[in-house]
């Protein structure tokens, strides 16, 4: 296999990986496993969370693709884990630290992209129980956020 064919197959999944999120987020966290997800919702004490645990049900496929493609000569498997992985990485820098501040960096962006994501997620957030919800994923947002974003920048 060739570098570019490994470059397609990182970035793809990694793409993918937005409607893994969105549907699980919904479906999942939202459903069935909503006992782990509802402190992200309700409110916690301290710094960790139950819905932390998704942190590790998501790292497990891509660390065990990385492993068994790294095993067998560094084929796709373990690109795909690369791509798992590198959106996990994605997901805790914009979701935890970004959005929830859970590291008080990144406080004061004034970029309509991220100013969006904000906002669609304090949307999400604005359902307390697992039903109603609405914006699932974290990376794309609806554009009326992103317009809505770039409005306040230019009306201030």
């Known amino acids: 296999m060739n570098t570019m064919l490994f470059i397609l197959i ?8 937005e409607a893994v999120a969105w549907l699980a987020h919904k479906y999942v966290m939202h459903g069935f496993l909503w006992h782990l997800h509802e402190d992200h919702h309700t409110g916690k004490e301290g710094f960790f969370e139950k ?8 790292a497990i496929p891509g660390a065990g693709l990385s492993i068994s493609g790294a ?8 690109f ?3 791509g798992i992985t590198l ?6 820098f914009v979701h935890d630290i970004f959005i929830h501040q859970r ?12 100013l969006a994501i904000r906002r669609a997620h304090k ?34």
Not at 87 to 92: H, L, Q, T
């Open 10 to 17: 990182t970035v793809s999944t990694f793409v993918a990986m």
């Open 51 to 58: 819905n932390d645990a998704f942190f590790l049900i998501f």
């Open 71 to 78: 095993l067998a000569d560094y084929n796709y498997q373990f």
């Open 80 to 82: 795909i884990g690369l």
């Open 87 to 92: 959106y996990g990485i994605a997901y805790f």
């Open 103 to 114: 590291f008080k960096i990144f406080r004061n962006s004034k970029h309509p992209y991220f």
């Open 123 to 156: 949307m999400h957030h604005k359902h307390r129980g697992k039903e109603e919800g609405e914006c699932f994923g974290m990376l794309l947002v609806p554009f009326k956020y992103y317009k809505a974003s770039k409005n306040q920048l230019f009306n201030q």
